[in-house]
């Protein structure tokens, strides 16, 4: 069964640091996607960025990037340079190949400070 | 705009009572789904479908019921509500399965007092 873990509850962090926010996922399907969300605190999901498995490279989004290392079934988030716009939950999510449904994890809320 | 449209956005039942989430989608999206979300934790899949005419169970359907006769809208139906439904609900919609990111609507806010 697909299952998605998100061992940090909260995030504090000072403006323009980067932050990683972590996902671990447990999967025996050797074809999954891997995504991230973030939910502001008006409460929208908004799309941030995917990652196949077998993608070669780690994707980018801008100031997003997915830190994938497959063989330890993690997907983290990197963000750059925060602002204080990124301040909100974020999900990560996993869904295996030829399976319908997104699986998330429990959410972390990253507050970034000034 | 193009994208996932839910009704109501905000209601509040008594116990026992019923009604129904209204959500569509002009992309014409074969996948849809309808999550929940209770405070502070993620998104549980309630029910999906993978077309017009099909849907199934996700990890939390009791209590709910789903159709989907169009392509385009996807009720999802409460009977006999009860305070464990309190929640925000969303639907999702993708184009097919694998590397498709699911687009979600602006999410219900249901209270069962």
């Known amino acids: 069964a697909q299952k998605i873990t998100q061992t940090q509850p909260g995030m504090f962090v000072q403006e323009k640091e980067a932050v990683t926010l972590d996902c671990t996922y447990d999967?025996?399907?050797?074809?999954?996607?891997l995504f991230w969300y973030k939910q502001p605190s008006s409460g929208e999901m908004i799309f941030l960025i995917y990652?196949?498995?077998?993608?070669?490279q780690n994707a980018t989004e801008g100031r997003y990037s997915l830190n994938f290392q497959k063989a330890r079934k993690s997907a983290n988030l990197v963000i750059s340079a925060s602002q204080l716009g990124d301040s909100a939950m974020y999900f990560c999510?996993?869904?295996?190949?030829?399976?319908?449904?997104?699986?998330f994890g429990q959410g972390t809320r990253l507050t970034i400070n000034p | 705009n193009a994208g996932v449209t839910q009704t109501p956005k905000f209601r509040i039942l008594k116990i026992g009572q019923s009604m129904t989430l209204q959500c569509a989608q002009d992309?014409?999206?074969?996948?849809m789904y309808w999550y929940r979300q209770d405070p502070g934790m993620g998104l549980k899949l309630i029910y999906y479908?993978?077309?017009?005419?099909?849907?199934d169970k996700g990890e939390v359907p009791n209590g709910y019921n789903v159709s989907r006769s169009t392509t385009e809208d996807f009720p999802l139906r409460l009977e006999l509500a009860a305070p464990s439904q309190t929640s925000v609900y969303f639907c999702?919609?993708?184009?097919?399965?694998?590397?498709?990111?699911?687009?979600f609507g602006s999410g219900t806010q249901l209270s069962v007092l």
């Open positions: 999702a919609s993708s184009n097919r399965d694998g590397n498709e990111k699911l687009l």
């Open positions: 999510a996993m869904r295996e190949r030829g399976a319908q449904k997104l699986v």
């Open positions: 999967t025996s399907d050797p074809s999954y996607g």
């Open positions: 992309m014409n999206h074969n996948y």
């Open positions: 990652q196949g498995s077998y993608d070669q």
């Open positions: 479908s993978v077309g017009a005419g099909i849907t």
